[in-house]
């Protein structure tokens, strides 16, 4: 099945910098997407980017699908943004439909004050 | 805004019980998922559904069913419980939309489940 890579696997930052977080994969992908685990556990859905680049306040994710990677980048990092970091991608389709998502491992990102 | 609402937050059962986890979606989503996450090892497919009584098996099926009698509720069960099993389970769900395409998930709050 198709793997996904995440790097790195564990980052620390001061609040107020900026970050980039790194999704390869190893076949191509038509369904794309990032998720924010908060320390809680509630993941959140980020982004659905399978190519392109899409903005969401101070996140944008790139996604180049040609080269089978995605980026995610913080910037102006708040204590808020700690947590684990997803990226996802569809495993493939069934015989009935759509399929599930292959996760990769995550970064596990902390924000100090 | 998407809901998708898991039926208990924490579980302790005891090895060999028959073990019911319940998922509940309000948008009409055709597809619902379950995973585990463990750690070191990250989310894993369990079981999936993309219809009402359909259903697929995803990358670690073996020791779980799952049910989907109307299209709001996907169940996972654990047909005898063990140690191995337990895990923090996470229900989600999504539509389709237009053309076969996939948008973003919406998951549940999850379960934590302790077997003991």
């Known amino acids: 099945g198709i793997q996904v890579e995440q790097s790195p696997p564990d980052l620390i930052l001061q609040e107020g910098a900026n970050s980039t977080l790194r999704c390869n994969f190893s076949?191509?992908?038509?369904?794309l997407q990032w998720f924010h685990q908060n320390p809680w556990g509630q993941l959140i859905n980020l982004f659905y980017?399978?190519?392109g680049t899409k903005q969401n306040g101070r996140l944008s994710a790139t996604t180049v699908a040609t080269e089978r990677y995605s980026l995610l980048y913080i910037s102006s990092s708040q204590t808020t943004d700690s947590g684990v970091y997803f990226c996802?991608?569809?495993?493939?389709?069934?015989?009935?439909?759509?399929?599930?998502?292959?996760f990769g491992k995550g970064t596990h990102l902390i924000i100090q004050p | 805004d998407v809901k998708v609402t898991q039926s208990s937050r924490y579980l302790v059962k005891r090895t060999g019980e028959k073990v019911f986890l319940e998922c509940v979606q309000d948008?009409?989503?055709?597809?619902m998922f379950w995973y585990r996450q463990d750690p070191g090892l990250g989310l894993r497919l369990i079981y999936f559904?993309?219809?009402?009584?359909?259903?697929e098996k995803g990358d670690i099926p073996e020791g779980y069913s799952v049910s989907r009698e109307k299209k709001e509720r996907f169940s996972l069960i654990l047909e005898s419980a063990s140690t191995n099993q337990t895990s923090m389970y996470l229900c989600?769900?999504?539509?389709?939309?237009?053309?076969?395409?996939?948008?973003?998930?919406?998951f549940g709050s999850g379960t934590r489940l302790t077997v003991v």
């Open positions: 996802a991608v569809l495993r493939g389709y069934s015989g009935g439909g759509a399929d599930g998502l292959t």
């Open positions: 076949d191509s992908v038509n369904n």
């Open positions: 980017i399978p190519s």
């Open positions: 948008m009409d989503h055709e597809n």
């Open positions: 559904s993309y219809d009402v009584k359909m259903k």
């Open positions: 989600a769900s999504y539509s389709s939309g237009t053309g076969g395409r996939n948008y973003g998930y919406t």
